[in-house]
Every structure is written in structure tokens, then in C-alpha cells.
């Protein structure tokens, strides 16, 4: 991550340059200038969080949380998120919350999002703690939420891609059934990648086992933001 800081300072500080030398923004004011250089900054930003969660066995996550909007828009972003991802963590003490970039990392393991063995079906337990999200995702309506099912490596991988997309679906259904708009949600089933432990050991495989959310701002978020940063 050092090395991703100083590409970053070094790309900001060639931009800077450009900007304060172009005469065609001589006459823009700091907050403006400012603005577009961290946007700018913001996008390569972007590809690189995205290229280094993919590289940390999070490919699909690190696709959808690494668009990165930049500048005091995505400020503006950022601060709605750090609080959405406190009040999950909140909510729901057990989950792993993870900010990256501008959106959330949510990751529902065997303790909170339990499945029958072969089964996408969830267990009561499952759904006691998703009804502890519920009023968190509905105070939050600007946002888009993908869930990801995974499995262990039991069985073909065939098989499990299928099971992981069902059990990713399951949530889904789950969540719209209790007044959540179904439009806010993708479902996507990864099977047996991205294992998150070993596979050798009853342990890991229970933590293989795992829904995971992406949580990124909407297109309406965006645009409130955009308007609030040019005030």
C-alpha cells in the first residue's frame, strides 16, 4: 500500500502542474481546480484499490469498490459511507466492515449467514441477523448492495457455483420480502473461489462458507453529491 501512496502523490502532484500551467483553467478558483485534480486522482486511485483487492483474492469486490469518484463529491460519499459502515457495525457486531475507496466491504461469515449443508434455504439464525441490516440499508436508500454467495470446496465446481448463486439469491429475496427495493441488489455466485481460509480443515471451510456485500453509492448519491460540492 506504501508503494500505491507514492504513485498516487507522485500522478497528483504531475496533475497539479498540468492544471495550475493550462490557461484554460487559469481563471477557475482553488476549490474548483482542487476538485478536479482529485477527481482525476480519484479515478487512478480507483484502478489501483480495484487491482489490489483483486490480487488480495477479492476479483469481483475489488471490480464494483474500486470505481472511485474523487474530489469533494466523493468526499461528500465517503462521509456517508464511514457512517452507514459504523452503524453496521453496530447493528451487527460480528460482520466484517471494511471501507474501500467510497463504498463498504460487508462480509456475512458462517456466524451471521448460516445455510443447511447443500441447502441455499437460510436458517433462522441467518435470518435474525439480516433483520438486524434492514434498518440500517433502509435509512441508506441511495445505495446499491451486490451480494455474493460462496461456498467450500465440497463437491464439483459446477455444483457450487450454482449453490452460491442461489444462496446469494435466498438473501436477496429475503431482504426485498421485508420492504426492501429489490432494484438495490445483484446477485452473483462465486462458488468456490476467493476462499477466505483452507479448505483442509472443518474450520475453514465453515469460514469459506460466507455471503459477501459490495455497498456503493447509487446514481441519485452521485449526483446529490456532485450538487453539494459545487456549492
Known amino acids: ?44 486511485l480507483g484502478g489501483i484499490l480495484g487491482n489490489n483487492i ?6 469481483a469486490l475489488g471490480a464494483v469498490l474500486g470505481g472511485v469518484i474523487g474530489g469533494v463529491a466523493g468526499g461528500v460519499i465517503g462521509n456517508k459511507m464511514d457512517k452507514q459502515a459504523r452503524e453496521i457495525q453496530t447493528a451487527l457486531p460480528g460482520a466484517q466492515v471494511e471501507r474501500v475507496g467510497e463504498g463498504i466491504k460487508l ?12 441447502k441455499s434455504t437460510l436458517t433462522p439464525t441467518a435470518k435474525n441477523n439480516l433483520d438486524k441490516l434492514i434498518p440500517v440499508f433502509n435509512q441508506y436508500p441511495d445505495t446499491n448492495i451486490q451480494i455474493y454467495g460462496y461456498t467450500d470446496s465440497t463437491g464439483s465446481a459446477e455444483y457450487n457455483l450454482k449453490l452460491s448463486d442461489q444462496r446469494a439469491a435466498s438473501v436477496k429475496s429475503y431482504l426485498a420480502g421485508k420492504g426492501l427495493s429489490a432494484s438495490r441488489f445483484v446477485t452473483t455466485g462465486l462458488g468456490i473461489a476467493d476462499p477466505v481460509a483452507t479448505n483442509d480443515s472443518p474450520e475453514g471451510r465453515s469460514q469459506n462458507r460466507r455471503v459477501e456485500f459490495a455497498i456503493t453509492a447509487n446514481e441519485k448519491m452521485v449526483q446529490d453529491a456532485q450538487k453539494e460540492a459545487g456549492k
Open 1 to 44: 500500500m506504501k508503494n500505491t501512496s507514492t504513485i498516487l502523490v507522485a500522478i497528483l502532484l504531475l496533475l497539479s502542474t498540468i492544471f495550475t500551467s493550462c490557461e484554460a483553467v487559469k481563471n477557475t478558483n482553488k476549490t474548483q481546480r482542487g476538485a478536479a485534480i482529485g477527481a482525476v486522482g480519484g479515478a487512478v
Open 107 to 118: 462480509v456475512l461469515g458462517e456466524n451471521s449467514v448460516r445455510f443447511d449443508t447443500n
Open 54 to 59: 483483486g490480487k488480495g483474492g477479492n476479483g
